[in-house]
T-cell receptor
Framework: AQTVTQSQPEMSVQEAETVTLSCTYD???????LFWYKQPPSRQMILVIR??????QNATENRFSVNFQKAAKSFSLKISDSQLGDAAMYFC?????????????FGTGTSLTVIP | KAGVTQTPRYLIKTRGQQVTLSCSPI?????VSWYQQTPGQGLQFLFE???????NKGNFPGRFSGRQFSNSRSEMNVSTLELGDSALYLC?????????????FGSGTRLTVV
């Protein structure tokens, strides 16, 4: 079974600064997708960014970017110019590209605090 | 466009009772998945429904069941509630089963078992 590990239960960052959240995963599959989701107090899981394993180029979405190291099975999230609205739980997730493995595997989450 | 709607938002039940939670996917979405979120176990997959058929099931006891209707709305049922069933139950919908279609989550139902 696939496992996703987030080793930082809590992180904090000054407003306007940059922070990196870590994630490692374990899988024997070669074709899969990786995600970062944000869960604010409203409880809804919101997609931050997605990476296809077959793509070597790291995904970027505005202030959010990833460092995807396939051989090392590492998938970190960098948040630049942090804003107060970025404060939330962040979950790293894995999903097989195969329809038969159609579920998310989530890490335990990192609680991000943004200090004004 | 309306998002994924889960009802009720909060629920308090007594041990031994049963409960039914509802999830209305985004219009046109045919795949619905359910997840349980607890502080101890994190987010765990319960089951996935597509075209009214259960396609995938997580490692949960038979007390947890679900179904999907012809309009893609889904319900999950937990019978003989235990204290450990207290959790946030999230559902996610997608246009299709393939992962590249993307998934949208609802805000969940917070179930408390007393």
């Amino acid at each position: 079974a696939q496992t996703v590990t987030q080793s930082q239960p809590e992180m904090s960052v000054q407003e306007a600064e940059t922070v990196t959240l870590s994630c490692t995963y374990d899988t024997s599959e070669s074709d899969y997708y990786l995600f970062w989701y944000k869960q604010p107090p409203s409880r809804q899981m919101i997609l931050v960014i997605r990476q296809e394993a077959y793509k070597q180029q790291n995904a970027t979405e505005n202030r959010f970017s990833v460092n995807f190291q396939k051989a090392a099975k590492s998938f970190s999230l960098k948040i630049s110019d942090s804003q107060l609205g970025d404060a939330a739980m962040y979950f790293c997730a894995y999903r097989s590209a195969s329809v038969t493995g159609n579920q998310f595997y989530f890490g335990t989450g990192t609680s991000l605090t943004v200090i004004p | 466009k309306a998002g994924v709607t889960q009802t009720p938002r909060y629920l308090i039940k007594t041990r031994g009772q049963q409960v039914t939670l509802s999830c209305s996917p985004i219009s046109g979405h045919r795949s619905v998945s359910w997840y349980q979120q607890t502080p101890g176990q994190g987010l765990q997959f319960l089951f996935e429904y597509f075209s009214e058929t259960q396609r995938n099931k997580g490692n949960f006891p038979g007390r947890f069941s679900g179904r999907q209707f012809s309009n893609s709305r889904s319900e999950m049922n937990v019978s003989t509630l235990e204290l450990g069933d207290s959790a946030l139950y999230l559902c996610a919908s997608s246009l299709n089963r393939a992962v590249n279609y993307g998934y949208t989550f609802g805000s969940g139902t917070r179930l408390t078992v007393v």
